[in-house]
C-alpha cells in the first residue's frame, strides 16, 4: 500500500532492525521477552498497564487518512492501493494523568553516539511548544535501539538543540547531552517504560 503526505511525497516509515546477532552473553528475562519489540510496542503495553490500574488515559493518537485506490479481490475483502495523510501528524501520544494534559513524541535511532534532529519536524516542535504554553506537559521518548538505552527528553531541551540547529549549529543531539540533561529509564517487566515516575520528579525538580 502506498501513503502520501498531504503534499504529494510518499510516506516511507522508518524502519528498526530487529535482527541481533547472538553474542554468546546471557540475557535476563525482561530483554529477552521484549527482543523485536518497537518503541511503540512498548509504549502502548505501558499504556495499557496505566489504563488498567486506573494510573493514567493515555493513548496513541490514529491520524487521519484519505483512502484514493482500493481494490476488491475478492467479494468479501478490500485491499487499500493507496492513501494520503490528511494532515501532518503532530506528536504520537496525548492523554491525562493526575490532573495534567501529557502530550508527547516517541523516537527511535540506531545510533550509538547521538539523536539526529531530522527525526523531528518543525510542525512537531511548534505543536509541543503549543502545549507547553498551555502549561501541558510535553515531551519526547528516545530510544536507542543498538544501545538498549531510554532517555525521557524533555521539551526544552528539545527546543533548545533545536534552536541552535536552525542557527548554523549540531544537527544532533550527542548523547552525552542526554546522560547529563535528560532522565534515563531503567526498562522494567510491567510497566515496561514507566515514564510517568520520570514526569513526577520533572515536576518535583519545577522542570516542567
Known amino acids: 500500500m502506498t501513503i502520501r503526505y498531504p503534499n504529494g511525497k510518499i ?10 546477532k547472538d553474542t554468546g552473553q546471557k540475557k535476563n528475562d525482561i530483554s529477552f521477552s521484549n527482543r523485536g519489540k518497537t518503541l511503540e510496542d512498548e509504549l502502548n503495553e505501558t499504556n495499557n498497564f496505566y489504563l488498567n490500574r486506573q494510573i493514567a488515559v493515555i493513548h496513541k493518537k490514529p491520524v ?4 484514493v485506490n482500493v481494490e476488491y479481490p475478492k467479494r ?3 485491499v487499500i492501493r493507496e492513501a494520503y495523510f490528511r494532515t501532518p501528524s503532530t506528536t504520537d501520544y496525548n492523554g491525562v494523568w493526575n490532573g495534567y494534559y501529557i502530550d508527547f513524541e516517541a523516537k527511535e535511532t540506531e545510533s550509538k553516539t547521538s539523536f539526529p534532529l531530522k527525526n523531528v519536524h518543525a510542525h512537531q516542535i511548534k505543536h509541543m511548544e503549543d502545549v507547553s504554553n498551555q502549561k501541558g506537559i510535553s515531551f519526547t521518548i528516545v530510544r536507542f535501539s543498538k544501545l538498549e538505552r531510554y ?9 533548545e538543540a533545536w534552536n541552535n540547529m536552525e542557527r ?34 520533572m515536576i ?3 522542570e516542567c
Open 151 to 159: 532517555f525521557v527528553l524533555p521539551f526544552t531541551v528539545l527546543l
Open 11 to 20: 510516506y516511507k516509515p522508518q524502519v528498526e532492525s530487529i535482527a541481533k
Open 168 to 201: 548554523g549549529g549540531a544537527k544532533s543531539i550527542p548523547l552525552k547531552v542526554f546522560e547529563s540533561s535528560t532522565y534515563e529509564i531503567s526498562p522494567g517487566y510491567n510497566p515496561r517504560i514507566d515514564y510517568l515516575s520520570i514526569i513526577e520528579k
Open 64 to 67: 487521519p487518512v484519505q483512502i
Open 76 to 78: 468479501s475483502a478490500a
Open 204 to 206: 518535583t525538580n519545577k
